[in-house]
């Protein structure tokens, strides 16, 4: 088993599946999006660019969506922390994925690069 299919099945349910479901979401939005092991996480590229990454935020006991151009999207329920770059959207494992609201901040994010305010690699 890849270190990527492990950390699938590392943290128990219900946060396996919240993170199963996220991946396929993510996936789901762009045939050009791409998973890849990367600083020992998930990470999810658009056209070879860095785009989003999968993690689990230990203060707060949840999975949760970093978005790499974070700092561009200007959304209330993304918080930055101590971050430059990045948001983080938490997600509640005991609780149905909000899909709408994360396929909508996907969507959003992918414009970026798709409009060219992010370059991407052809």
């Not at 689990?56 to 999975?63: D, F, L």
Request: proline share 5%; aromatic share 14%.
């Amino acid at each position: 088993m890849s270190e990527l299919d492990d950390f699938y099945l590392h943290h128990g349910e219900p946060v396996n599946g919240a993170l199963l479901a996220l991946r396929k979401i993510i996936l789901q939005q762009d045939e050009h999006i791409t998973c890849a092991w990367k600083y020992s996480m998930p990470f999810f590229y658009y056209k070879g660019k860095m785009f989003c990454y999968l993690w689990y935020h230990k203060k707060y006991q949840q999975p949760y969506i970093g978005f790499v151009e974070g700092k561009r999207l200007n959304e209330p329920f993304l918080i930055q922390e101590k971050r430059s770059r990045m948001k983080i959207m938490l997600l509640n494992p005991n609780q149905d994925l909000p899909i709408h609201t994360i396929q909508g901040i996907l969507q959003k994010a992918l414009n970026l690069y798709k409009t060219g305010v992010i370059a991407t690699k052809q």
